[in-house]
């Protein structure tokens, strides 16, 4: 019978939807038989909706403060006490942050960027992105392994269960090397791309500040608001406001049209869920194409302007 740890992660007062996600990918791991315990590092009125583990570890962090240290040795401490065959975080900025330090200190192998997982044998076999999502690594995954899980991996309402399995408290780390000062979300006062239905989402494909143009003509033409990928920010070409990803905005629209954009793991994290992803690229190879539901292999220096011709025609 196999156990697995999860930990819940906490951002801006809320559950992560990460977590569900988490809860779900480790019910199928362990199976119904197995045993799911929950790590969680807030305040007891949080734990909501967390009926798929079979217990709570709940230590106590009382204004939600994102500490790494604090919640990195928690973790660790949860670890050491319940000795789980598998502990699952996000492949997020907190989870690679909490999960890393806490596998080191603990000496249980650690995987990142978990893109698939299935049973294998008496352990596990994972897909995990690397080199930035160039290459896939298969990777196993014996007893002992810490996984930090990519969105969309697991099916977050498949995780989500109402009612509050047993709670046992677990005392929090509580020397701190670091402070907290607070949390800077993305400024949404120009345009909530979160909101939109279609978006056009450029890359470092697009070449050049003056081509952004040609990709606002085709927004124009689908009634679509016009995203990026971080580089497309980095250079000043968009606003912070506009990023689609792990450190900018996570999108669920109706359509994304990806354009020049490979399709790095820090981009798929923020998009992956849209309901239909249409991808333009000249590179066949390119790892955008993997979660694509059409893709074109052109320039979309050509492309994009014939599309916007067409549409208005
Ligand atoms: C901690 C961390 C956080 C990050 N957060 C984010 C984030 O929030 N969002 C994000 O996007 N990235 C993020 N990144 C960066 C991420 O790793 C990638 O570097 C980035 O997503 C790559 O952007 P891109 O796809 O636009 O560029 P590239 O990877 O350079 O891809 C450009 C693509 O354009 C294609 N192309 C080139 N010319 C053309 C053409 N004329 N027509 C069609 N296709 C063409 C190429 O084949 C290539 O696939 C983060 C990285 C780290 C380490």
Not at 64 to 75: C, F, I, R, S
Not at 142 to 165: C, D, H, K, M, Y
Not at 270 to 280: K, T
Request: a negative charge; aromatic letters at 4%; hydrophobic letters at 45%.
């Amino acid at each position: 019978m196999s156990t697995a740890l999860v930990f819940v992660e906490v951002l801006d007062g809320k559950i992560a939807e990460i977590t569900y996600e988490l809860l779900d990918v480790a019910r199928q791991m362990v199976g119904e038989d197995g045993t799911v315990t929950a790590l969680a590092v807030t305040r007891q009125e949080m734990l909501k909706d967390l009926g798929k583990a079979d217990r709570i570890l709940l230590a106590a962090n009382p204004n939600d403060q994102y500490l790494p240290d604090v919640l990195g040795k928690t973790l660790a401490k949860a670890i050491e006490s319940t000795q789980p065959d598998i502990v699952l975080a996000g492949s997020t900025a907190v989870g690679l942050d909490v999960a890393t330090y806490a596998a080191c200190r603990t000496g249980y192998g650690s995987v990142a960027y978990v893109q698939k997982v299935a049973q294998a044998g008496d352990g596990w076999m994972a897909e995990a992105l690397i080199l930035g999502g160039k290459m896939v690594a298969s990777v196993e995954v014996p007893a002992r392994s810490v996984l930090q899980v990519i969105a969309g991996v697991g099916n977050a309402e498949q995780g989500r269960a109402e009612g509050t399995p047993p709670v046992e408290t677990l005392e929090a780390e509580a020397a701190a090397r670091t402070a907290y000062y607070g949390l800077t979300m993305p400024d949404t006062s120009d345009v909530d791309i979160t909101k939109q239905d279609v978006l056009v989402s450029i890359g470092r494909g697009i070449g050049d500040k003056d081509n952004v143009e040609i990709a606002e003509e085709l927004a124009e033409a689908l009634g679509a608001v016009v995203s990026a990928s971080r580089p497309i920010i980095d250079a000043g070409w968009m606003p912070k406001s506009r990023q689609v990803g792990k450190s900018g905005q996570k999108v669920k629209p109706k359509v994304y049209l990806a354009l020049g954009i490979s399709g790095a793991p820090e981009h798929l994290e923020g998009m992956r869920d849209a309901e239909l992803i249409i991808a333009v690229n000249t590179d066949p190879k390119a790892p955008i194409f993997d979660v694509a539901h059409y893709g074109i292999v052109e320039d979309l220096l050509d492309f994009v302007p014939l599309l916007t011709e067409k549409i208005n025609e």
